[in-house]
């Protein structure tokens, strides 16, 4: 679902994340028809990136346990 509200809202999809001031800077890039597409390629970076963070951090826990 979040990759769908990154396709379409990529500025809010940043925001969810708690990234207020990328989710601004990404607002003005994506109200230029241009600026679209790289504010859609940031959101899905971010969105992978938190992914990846998420996956790490649990990981970590598990090896501490063992």
């Given at each position: 679902?979040r990759?769908?509200i ?10 969810l ?11 003005i ?9 790289p ?19 649990k990981?970590?826990?598990?090896m501490?346990?063992?």
């Amino acid at each position: 679902m979040r990759y769908v509200i990154a396709f379409f809202f990529p500025w809010l999809s940043l925001f969810l994340q708690g990234k207020i001031l990328s989710g601004i800077v990404c607002l003005i890039l994506q109200i230029t028809l241009i600026g679209w597409i790289p504010a859609f390629i940031w959101a899905v970076t971010s969105l992978n990136r938190m992914y990846a963070d998420r996956r790490t951090h649990k990981v970590i826990r598990a090896m501490r346990r063992a």
